[in-house]
């Protein structure tokens, strides 16, 4: 599958023998969500010692004062942080963020820098609210380039912003090694990860879940992530499944490895999304993905080819999907290699990490 980036002059032409030395302004790469395991990855790339990138961290998720003090920490060092960079990549996402992570566009902007707005957007409607539309125009409009996620993001971008400079460039995975049946777990598991918000469609995944017991008795669900794990433990409980629902919380490293390792299926069945990282690692891992056909998900997911998408809300056929898929070996194996060798070819670290490099390149060229 074509990604569909716009291929940019090779980093390894030697085309410019002068280096941006970068600021990179994002989350901290402790911080939960898929935009920090993003710059986690890029931190791991050889772009990043290459082109001297340095993180400038906004953003804190552990408590409200933990926020506070990191965003006012951030602000302060940011004229400081400015000097010596040629050029600032900031990370954005849509609302708080976009107008918290403008205030860093516009003071780097004022100090003469190049700018990349790398865009991780969950919603359109979000991003381009009518309130405020205007504003989010004339940001993405004057930043020297703006990241979409995807073609189906770039489209959106380009129809709502016509001036602005668009690039696909995807998120990277990290691809392990390969996963044996002998380390899946001894009964049909589906694996959710991410925050459990309405938008995520968790409530959605359970009551199908309730549907697939009836069929499936010994079938679990494993939800990996923060959020409404609350209100789903009640949901769980009204159903009458709450003996076949884990609550895992926000899992790291080995955890995180085991949980997509043990896991027979995938499960994200969002209302909206940019481009999961979720998505990408249960493909890296070789899982059979159900997901649904918003945001970038298209771009990604090939209906019977690497994966299984159904209509948002649609509980009926997400359940159906998912009995299929825990029922049936050849079906799970077969999407799920499929899925690997998509995030190989397109999505590994290696792959993106040289288009950020052209990227860089293609600006400090005209600057």
């Known amino acids: 599958m074509n990604p569909g980036a716009r291929h940019l002059p090779s980093t390894k032409t030697g085309i410019s023998s002068k280096k941006p030395a970068v600021l990179v302004i994002g989350p901290g790469k402790d911080a939960r969500g898929g935009i920090s395991a993003v710059i986690s990855l890029h931190a791991e790339s050889r772009f990043w010692a290459k082109y001297d990138c340095r993180l400038l961290e906004t953003w804190d998720d552990r408590s409200i004062a933990a926020k506070l003090l990191a965003g006012l920490s951030a602000a302060l060092k940011a004229p400081l942080a400015f000097r010596g960079r040629d050029l600032v990549h900031i990370h954005i996402s849509e609302q708080t963020s976009f107008f918290r992570k403008s205030f860093f566009f516009v003071l780097a902007k004022l100090a003469g820098k190049a700018t990349i707005l790398h865009v991780h957007a969950a919603s359109s409607d979000r991003l381009f609210h009518r309130g405020y539309a205007g504003v989010v125009r004339a940001v993405l409009t004057s930043a020297d380039r703006v990241i979409a996620l995807s073609p189906a993001w770039a489209r959106e971008f380009r129809r709502e912003c016509p001036k602005a400079c668009v690039e696909v460039i995807p998120n990277p995975v990290a691809v392990p090694d390969a996963v044996s049946e002998e380390m899946k777990a001894k009964t049909p598991s589906v694996l959710f990860a991410g925050k459990l918000e309405a938008r995520k469609g968790f409530s959605e995944l359970l009551r199908a879940m309730a549907i697939v017991v009836k069929r499936i008795p010994n079938a679990t669900l494993l939800f990996a992530g923060h959020g409404e794990i609350a209100a789903a433990r009640s949901l769980a ?23 997509f390792e043990k896991a027979h299926v995938f499960c994200l069945p969002s209302y909206d999304e940019g481009f999961p990282m979720a998505v990408l690692e249960a493909m890296a891992y070789g899982l059979p993905v159900v997901s649904t056909p918003v945001g970038g998900i298209p771009d990604l997911i090939e209906p019977g080819i690497n994966g299984v998408l159904v209509r948002p809300g649609d509980v009926p056929d997400l359940a159906a999907a998912l009995i299929e898929l825990l029922s049936t070996a050849g079906l799970r194996r077969r999407l799920g290699q499929c899925a690997r060798a998509t995030v190989e070819k397109h999505y590994s670290i290696d792959v993106v990490s040289e288009q950020i490099g052209a990227l860089y390149e293609s600006i400090i060229l005209k600057t």
């Not at 159903?239 to 926000?250: P, Q, Y």
């Open 237 to 259: 409980k009204d159903l009458g499944i709450e003996s076949s629902v884990v609550f895992a919380g926000w899992l790291r490293g080995e955890e995180k490895k085991i949980a």
